[in-house]
């Protein structure tokens, strides 16, 4: 079987446990898993999941597969020549490994990953999606009504074994470091309408209380180094939902901190039941996009003047009750 899995390090941490009740269970415990991955969270995998597959493939190259942000505004024929090109490579690599079954489990469909595994084994299964080709698929599955991304991981995996599949949202680390007092702000961002601007993290930083160290993350660990050090602190303030859902799988306390429009539902608000600890500024959107601008244009200024306009105070007000012994 070949697991796909070519979305970013917060899926990743999201999907995981998932993927090991898949792996434990009677229909594919004897099966030779190869999963299909970014290197992006290849450091968390190879050393936290090494068990989970007989084989990994890595792509390098992953951003060549899929539409480039300025391509929304080109027509198909024209970028869809160089996504062509890189899939037909990946594909004939893929091709070799003779699968009998590719399982494609992405938190959200891409009809150009659709069009990468289709035909790959005689059983291709994939993930039911409004609006997208199912002809690709020889099987779709239903996600259910739930939208954040691990509950729906969950629902994947009982559709696809008939077994419920109640796993918890959790991070295993051999030999944990001690709990200190340290409180770490992740200020790094996938993309720049997720950064909240540097001037807040330092009032933030002001108002916390003496007793407490706040600290900004270091860029020069690794995932499973970062993994031990998120691990240690007594709170996590991030404006990236990355360090969000490894807070949370950890049973670190934490604040997220986001611009009312990107991962509404998916990546927050976290249920109850799986993040009691976790808590959400941001989350209603104050700026609508400017009908006047391009599409992509007005929807990165609205998100940006969004989470721009998130206080320190209101993130410290989360941050309170979380640091505050009971």
């Known amino acids: ?38 290197p992006a969270w290849r450091g968390l995998a190879e050393v936290f999941d090494k068990d989970l597959a007989d084989e990994w493939i890595w792509v390098e190259r992953r951003d060549d597969l899929f539409r480039k942000g300025y391509e929304n505004l080109l027509p198909r024929a024209i970028w869809h020549r160089r996504v062509a090109k890189a899939q ?3 594909r004939e690599k893929l091709a070799a490994g003779r699968y009998d079954i590719v399982l494609s489990l992405q938190s959200s469909r891409d009809s150009l990953l659709d069009e990468l595994v289709s035909g790959l084994a005689p059983s291709v299964i994939g993930v039911r999606a409004e609006g997208l080709d199912s002809s690709m698929y020889t099987r779709l599955l239903n996600p259910g009504p739930e939208p954040f991304v691990f509950l729906r991981n969950r629902a994947l995996i009982s559709d ?5 599949c109640d796993i918890p949202l ?10 200190t007092n340290r409180v770490m702000f992740f200020t790094g961002a996938s993309h720049w309408t997720k950064r909240w601007p540097r001037r807040r993290w330092n009032e933030l930083a002001r108002l916390l209380p003496s007793e407490l160290e706040a600290f900004e993350a270091p860029q020069n660990r690794s ?6 050090l998120v691990s240690s602190c007594k709170a996590v303030v991030s404006n990236d939902t990355m360090t969000l859902h490894l807070a949370a799988a950890l049973g670190v306390p934490a604040v997220g901190i986001v611009n009312g429009i990107e991962g509404r539902g998916a990546f927050w608000p ?23 601008l391009p599409p992509l244009v007005a929807t990165h200024l609205a998100k940006a003047r969004n989470l721009s306009s998130v206080t320190a105070k209101n993130v410290f007000r989360s941050v309170q009750p979380l640091v505050t012994p009971a």
């Open 1 to 38: 079987m070949l697991v796909v899995r070519l979305d970013a390090i917060g899926d990743w941490i999201l999907c995981r446990n998932a993927l090991h009740a898949l792996r434990r269970s009677a229909r594919f415990a004897d099966t030779h898993w190869t999963i299909l991955g970014n």
């Open 88 to 90: 037909a490579r990946l």
């Open 160 to 164: 696809l074994t008939g077994e419920p």
């Open 170 to 179: 959790s991070f295993d680390i051999p030999d944990p470091p001690p709990r």
């Open 223 to 228: 995932l499973s180094e970062f993994a031990r």
């Open 270 to 292: 976290y249920p109850a039941s799986l993040g009691k600890h976790i808590a959400i500024v941001g989350a209603a959107p104050r700026h609508a996009p400017a009908p006047f």
